[in-house]
């Protein structure tokens, strides 16, 4: 059985508690402690850049040429916090119970909690730093609601939150480069975790740019890696986001949680073509004003602007009246895939719904809309070519967040003493689902407010310990497995190249576990990757040499975790009879067709134990109690 | 309706930062108008592959115009003909059909070649490193709405906070000058008032930092045309005013300690 190290008492004392009960670091003794951060997204620049000023020595890793590169910056809409300053009724427990709900019941009540107790500090903090966060004419700051959210509690700087933010922690960690305190590696892909007598103590790199292989000792090592939306090939992720540092924890030991839980985000440009690298994102906020139709009949080529009012089939404002075009995120995403799997769906491909703005342009006017949404219009006519203040915009889902990953305790520690999770690379906060606006505010919580109290309860037991040296076994071992690996590539002289193979995962695991998941197609899916995968390993082409800069070497490593990955989320999905937020599986759907949950047999975190290659995970359940939130059905009738 | 170019590619290929390069010449047949430009590279790549040839190396991730890696000279222009566009954001459908297209690194002795179309641009992170922050250690920070911000100062701080650090105003610039990037974090930070503290320090730090690496600024403006985000010239003009402050301050200061 997992334990969860849940402090006792009552909810909203538990963080208060917990900080008072922890062992303490203290300050003289600090600078005697190294501690190795893998990303420098929100949550790894945040964590490294707030441990290094309370003192501790700080190794920060990065694939990225610069911390700033972090997928983080990409980030549009906007972060949440309960500072309830629009006086509309927010508190800590509203955005503690929103994001319970938000997360169909299958997140850490606890935690949760914490997140909401600390995600007001994040805006104090952030706009110490200088975040130039949209402001009213008074100079206060100014508020959107978003996501569906019944309050405005969301913080934006114009359409760039995330790089606004990820600047901000990115100078902090600058500011401590400067002071001595961090070294910071770019060009550092962390291709393994390396652990002693059960504890991490290390890990080992190779040189993107030169192509050497070195390793780093640490008293703790925390990773802040990001999520793994790629393994779907397209994706609304940077093209190089990944799941190896934490699945080759998960191959030291760390348990893996709730892999089946993937937020597909309803708003993003359909696919043209096969060429096609990535899906991008256009920001939730446009369904404020845009309304979603398709033709009624499948037959209807006509021009969008030639179909009459009583032909479009404006499918969510007639199934959901309340909500309209506004229900969440899971349930906008799965109804656009139910009409275009019907033979509705527009464009080239068909493979798309209308996000149309004409009733919009014709009350307020064009110039109301384009200062709404100008970057956004002029992003979709860069990519498409098409004017969408003239022809609807074209918008389908895509995978875009992962909920699940790494387990951690609620000192954020994973199920190996010594190695931390933080960021999106953990399983925590956000359930099956998580709320629009909650990423940053997580990353940044566990960076900047949480890690920086907890990893001393853990490292206080260690005082005086000198770091395992880099000649010990345990990471001669791991050296020599990340160098033959490595070469290992280079002898396959395969016929096909990464990419294809990568694609060729993305289309089974979209098709069988992406937006709507049923027994039938995850058992095919459950044969057909361990044949891809072996296929892949004997037939892949990989060129050049090891000891320089190589991109396909870079990215085999990498799709070769994917195709692991992907076969453990298939049999969580599978394993998980009952449907809950991001995981919907047709046969467990009520009459209205909305998620149906069994929280009788399904209200725990399923958190996967790796044994050895050649035998699956073993599953360990950590059960969910709700004391305070009160489990009840979805409905956004 | 996505057509079809066939385009002539003249790209750059260099082993390593010390070997010399050349041109690659390769006709790319059946280019999508739809494609992105590095869509169109990693077209380009995967015929390379298949043929026995090492794929190009190019610099790149979010393919949203926000990360700043990537990042190319196209027919001599640092990310292409299209005004305020990154790279990655540029489409094939700008180009016509037959065009010889030239492909060369972002070019700087700041910037050495790592591989290919690659560049290592870590002398920008020196100059964030000498002072483009405002010192507010986690946990010590007042109620956000305790400072207040008009406005019009929190949008210019945006204009020259958008800076995405992608390097193009160095590569456009005859000098190799990296004035923009730096006037964009020192704009970005100097007009905030939680940045007035460290305003004449960070300034001095940042500029004489900024000259150790880059050239000198001669105000030719090709930064300002190159520059995926547009960042106004007249955040340079600001860094001169503050430079010439903070160096009579300074000075006054150090007499006076
Ligand atoms: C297009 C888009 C828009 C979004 N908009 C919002 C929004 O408006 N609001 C919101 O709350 N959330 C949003 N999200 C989600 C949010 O941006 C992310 O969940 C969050 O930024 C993740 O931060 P992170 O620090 O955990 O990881 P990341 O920012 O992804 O950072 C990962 C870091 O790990 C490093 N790394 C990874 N693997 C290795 C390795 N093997 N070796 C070395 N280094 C490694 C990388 O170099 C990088 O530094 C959005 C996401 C996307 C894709
Ligand atoms: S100023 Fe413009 S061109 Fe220069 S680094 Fe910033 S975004 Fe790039
Ligand atoms: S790849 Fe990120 S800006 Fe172009």
Known sequence: MLDAKIPAGPIAEKWDNH?????????????????????????????????AELGYNVEAFTFHDSPRRAHSIAAQGGINAAKNYRNDGDSIFRLFYDTVKGGDYRSREANVYRLSQVSANIIDQCAAQGVPFAREYGG???????????????????????????????????????????????????????????????????????????????????????????????????????????????????????????????????????????????????????????????????????????????????????FGNLVPRDVASRNAKTVVDKGMGVGPSRNGVYLDFSDVIAADGEQVVREKYGNLFDMYERITGENPYRVPMRIYP???????????????????????????????????????????????????????????????????????????????????????????????????????????????????????????????ALNEIPVLREEFRANVKVLGSADTANQSLEKVNRVDDFMELAELKVRDALHREESCGGHFREEHQTEEGEAQRDDGNFAYVAAWQWQNPDKPQKLLAEPLEFEYVKLTQRSYK | ??????????????????????????????????????????????????DGIEPVVFAHDCREGICGTCGLMINGRAHGPELGTATCQLHMRKFKDGDEIVIEPFRAAAFPVVRDLMVDRRAFDR???????????????????????????????????????????????????????????????????????????????????????????????????????????????????????????????????
Not at chain 2, 171 to 188: I, V
Not at chain 2, 203 to 225: D, I, L, P, R
């Open chain 1, 140 to 322: 206060l700051l100014a508020n959107r609601s978003f996501g569906g959210a019944q309050v405005s509690r969301t913080f934006y700087a114009r359409g760039q939150t995330g790089q606004q933010l990820l600047l901000g922690a990115y100078q902090a960690l600058a500011g401590q480069v400067a002071a001595g305190k961090v070294t910071v590696h770019n060009n550092c892909d962390v291709l393994d975790i390396v652990v002693k007598d059960g504890e991490a103590c290390g890990l080992v790199i190779r040189d993107l740019m030169t192509g050497e292989t070195r390793a780093y000792s640490g008293h703790a090592v925390v990773l802040a890696t990001g999520g793994y939306s790629n393994v779907y090939y397209l994706s609304t992720n940077a093209m190089n986001c990944n799941v190896t540092a934490a699945w080759r924890a998960h191959r030291r030991g760390a348990a893996f949680a709730n892999p089946c839980y993937t937020q597909i985000h309803p708003t993003c440009i359909p696919a043209s073509d096969d060429f096609q690298s990535k899906l991008t994102l256009m920001s939730e906020s446009l369904r404020n004003d845009g309304r979603i139709w398709v033709p009624r009949d499948a037959k209807d080529t006509r021009s969008p602007e030639l179909v009459d009012e009583a032909d479009r089939y404006y499918y969510l404002e007639e199934k959901y009246p309340a």
């Open chain 2, 127 to 257: 100059i964030i490193e000498a002072g483009g922050y405002i010192s507010a250690p986690t946990g010590t920070a007042p109620d956000a709405n305790e400072i207040l911000i008009p406005k019009d100062v929190a949008d210019f701080s945006m204009d020259a906070a958008q800076c995405i650090g992608c390097g193009a105003c160095v590569a456009a610039c005859p000098n190799s000058a990296a004035q923009l990037f730096t006037a964009a974090k020192l704009g970005h930070l100097n007009v905030l008032p939680q940045g007035q503290p460290e305003r004449w320090r960070r300034t001095e730090a940042m500029v004489e930092t900024m000259e150790q690496y880059f050239g000198s600024c001669t105000n030719h403006g090709e930064c300002h045309t190159a520059c995926p985000k547009e960042i106004s010239l007249d955040f340079i003009a600001l860094l001169n005013r503050d430079y010439i402050k903070a160096k009579t301050k300074n000075r006054r200061l150090a007499s006076q300690a």
């Open chain 2, 1 to 50: 309706m996505s057509r079809m170019l066939q385009l002539k590619l003249r790209i750059w290929r260099q082993g390593g930062p010390a070997s010399r390069g050349s041109f690659l010449d390769v006709d790319a047949h059946d280019i999508p108008t739809d494609a992105s430009f590095l869509e169109m590279l990693d077209i380009v790549n995967e015929r390379l592959l298949e």
């Open chain 1, 19 to 51: 900080k008072f009960s922890i062992k303490l670091v203290n300050p003289n003794n600090k600078r005697r402690f190294t501690v190795l951060v893998v990303g420098t997204g929100l949550a790894g620049a945040s964590a490294a850049a707030s441990m």
């Open chain 1, 398 to 524: 895509a995978t875009h967040y992962t909920m699940g990953g790494l387990w951690v305790d609620y000192n954020l520690m994973t199920t190996i003493p010594g190695l931390y999770a933080i960021g999106e690379c953990n399983f925590s906060d956000h359930g099956a689902n998580r709320l629009g606006a909650s990423a940053l505010m997580q990353g940044l919580a566990d960076g900047y407010f949480v890690l920086p109290y907890t990893i001393g309860d853990y490292l206080a037991e260690k005082l005086g310990d000198p770091v395992v040296p880099t000649d010990d076994p345990a990471f001669t071992e791991s050296v020599t497995a990340v160098e033959d690996r490595t070469r290992r590539w280079l002898t396959v002289k395969g016929s096909l190249t990464v990419d294809h193979y990568h694609r060729e995962l993305g289309k089974i695991i979209w098709e069988y576990c992406g937006m709507t998941r049923n027994r039938a197609g995850l058992e095919k």
